[in-house]
């Protein structure tokens, strides 16, 4: 059982290029989550989905898109990088909607834009 | 909106003294559920502790404990018998359920209090 596992755990970018992080959990949860990280903060949510074939928007969306085509992966697009989008990114899951339900967590993707 | 405050960057306490890391939180829902997350350097997310706003008691889990004051809007976690191993970001996070929420019950997440443990 590996809970969440996230690739690739390091990259970067130069400014303009694209990328796709891939996350996945093998625990069947329902809900996955995109989250960002900057130092000294807390995280953010980027995008979520409720279940497979579904997304939505989280508190900072802008810059990246997500797809959910399988129950267990959630990937996260960035299109166009730019070097606000320098983060670490967690991706995390959870069961469906028990307020009780911790979420678990990737690694996380350390990601750096020139 | 919701909002998690974290008021103490940093801290320090001495090995096997007991430590309190405060969290305050706004929301206007009924119902909520309160989380600490560790965070060590090695960067991954680590669930220690949840209470639910309906909970009479306030939780434990072996070292961690939460200190639980609704009246007040805090929920600060207590550290038992410090060890080395503790030093690590510690963050506070609320969840809304569904319907109150509709981002999917989305944690929002404090800023984090840095705790070191001196030997």
């Known amino acids: 059982n590996a809970g969440v596992t996230q690739t690739p755990k390091f990259r970067v970018l130069k400014t303009g290029q694209s990328m796709t992080l891939l996350c996945a959990q093998d625990?069947?949860?329902?809900?996955m989550y995109w989250y960002r990280q900057d130092p000294g903060m807390g995280l953010r949510l980027i995008h979520y989905s409720v279940g497979e074939g579904t997304t939505a928007k989280g508190e900072v969306p802008d810059g990246y898109n997500v797809s959910r085509l399988k129950k267990q992966n959630f990937l996260l697009g960035l299109e166009s990088a730019a070097p606000s989008q320098t983060s670490v990114y967690f991706c995390?899951?959870?069961?469906?909607?028990?307020?009780?339900?911790?979420?678990?967590f990737g690694p996380g993707t350390r990601l750096t834009v020139l | 909106a919701q909002k998690i405050t974290q008021t103490q960057p940093g801290m320090f306490v001495q090995e096997k003294e007991a430590v309190t890391l405060d969290c305050t939180y706004d929301t206007s829902d009924p119902s909520y559920g309160l989380f600490w997350y560790k965070q060590p350097s090695s960067g991954e997310m680590i669930f220690l502790i949840y209470?639910?706003?309906?909970?009479?008691q306030n939780a434990t889990e072996g070292r961690y404990s939460l200190n639980f004051q609704k009246a007040r809007k805090s929920a600060n976690l207590v550290i038992s018998a410090s060890q080395l191993g503790d030093s690590a970001m510690y963050f506070c996070?609320?969840?809304?359920?569904?319907?109150?929420?509709?981002?999917?019950?989305?944690?929002?997440f404090g800023g984090g209090t840095r705790l070191m443990v001196k030997p």
């Open positions: 209470q639910g706003s309906y909970d009479q």
């Open positions: 996070a609320m969840r809304i359920p569904y319907p109150y929420n509709n981002a999917g019950n989305m944690l929002t």
């Open positions: 995390a899951s959870s069961y469906i909607r028990l307020l009780y339900n911790e979420q678990f």
């Open positions: 625990m069947n949860h329902e809900y």
